[in-house]
Each structure stands twice: as structure tokens, then as C-alpha cells.
């Protein structure tokens, strides 16, 4: 009885020494939802007005703030009026934040290209804001802008959410090509529907 009381007591602490201790698991680090290969879509009256496309969204629950991370990356694509393609926004990660006062912010960084296809408008830079209240787009960080007109850079933009009237705060060593011909026919070859012209 002895013996195997003495058996039972050196298998139960040889075991102790060998267990591994389960990670502590932090719940504010934890997503309260997790959604993979996200696609939103946003109509109104029957037209498209925005879709937005991630490979990964993880939804975080605070004491006074929601948030939402794209740490994959995002890509959001605005419709104009008349329900074409207009606008379109990519970026290596994404942060979009609601206060419990009602307030909102959405962040892009990393990488972030802005494309008017209409105006076939390029913007680079590496963080963007979207007040989507007031429906502007904007950053205080380096930028870099192409368009059919030439090349600028500077630091700091300011725009409509759909990149129609973009302002480049702080232009600096800026070369431009200026062409004004009057004769030259643009092509929006991404809602272009029909066949086209030859040269």
C-alpha cells in the first residue's frame, strides 16, 4: 500500500515538471469577430454608391471605442452620380474606428494609392483619412500626384472623398508637362461600354 501510494505520488509530480502552462489569453487583444474575404456593398435608389473588399477584418470591442483592422489590406471603390466607377483606394492596412459618442474615423496606411479613373488622376502617399461625415479625404504625409497635366509632390492633400478636387498643400520641386489640345478625345476605359474607334 506504501509502495504504491509512493508510485502514484513520483508519477503525479514527474508529470507536474512536464505540463506546459496554457498561454494566458488577453480578451481586449482578442477579436470579438473575424471575418474573412470581406465584400461590402453600399446602394442607394438602386445604384452603386461604394464596395470595399479585404482579405481579413478583425472587429475589437473597448471601453469607449469599437474598431475594426484590415491588416491584410482593403480596397474601396466609390461610384459617381450615375453609378460608374469613379474612385478607387487600396492600401496595405486599414483602421476604422467608432467612439461610443458617435463619432467615426477610417485610416488607410501603408502603400495607399488613390485613383480618380475618370480624370484618370493617380495620388501615392503613405497615410490617408477619411472624414466620412464631411466627405473629404485628406493627410499631413508626403504625396506624390499624376495626371493626364503632369507630375506634383509635396506634403499634405485635401480632397473630396472621390478625388475630383484634390489641393496639394505644400507643393515642392515640381516638374509639370502641360498639354492643352483641344482636339484630343478621353476614353473612360473602365465603364466604356461599346466597341471603339480605331486610331
Known sequence: MIATASAVAFVVYS??????????IKLEDTPVQRVDDMFIVQ???????????APLM????????SYELFPKGIAVFGYNEEGL?????????????????????WEAF????VKNLINQ???ETDTLY????????YTHCYVRMYSPDG???????ESDQRARDTELFSPFNNYAIMTQDSTKVTVDSVNFVGPLQKK
Open 121 to 123: 488622376e493617380t495620388m
Open 43 to 53: 446602394s442607394e435608389n438602386g445604384l452603386m454608391q461604394m464596395r470595399a473588399e
Open 58 to 65: 478583425e472587429r475589437y470591442e473597448k471601453d469607449t471605442l
Open 151 to 157: 507630375f506634383a509632390q509635396g506634403y499634405g492633400m
Open 110 to 113: 501603408g502603400n495607399v494609392v
Open 15 to 24: 508529470c507536474k515538471g512536464k505540463l506546459a502552462e496554457a498561454e494566458i
Open 85 to 105: 466607377l469613379e474612385t478607387e483606394i487600396v492600401a496595405d492596412n486599414a483602421r476604422h474606428l467608432k467612439y461610443k459618442d458617435g463619432r467615426e474615423s
Open 130 to 137: 477619411w472624414d466620412q461625415k464631411n466627405e473629404r479625404i
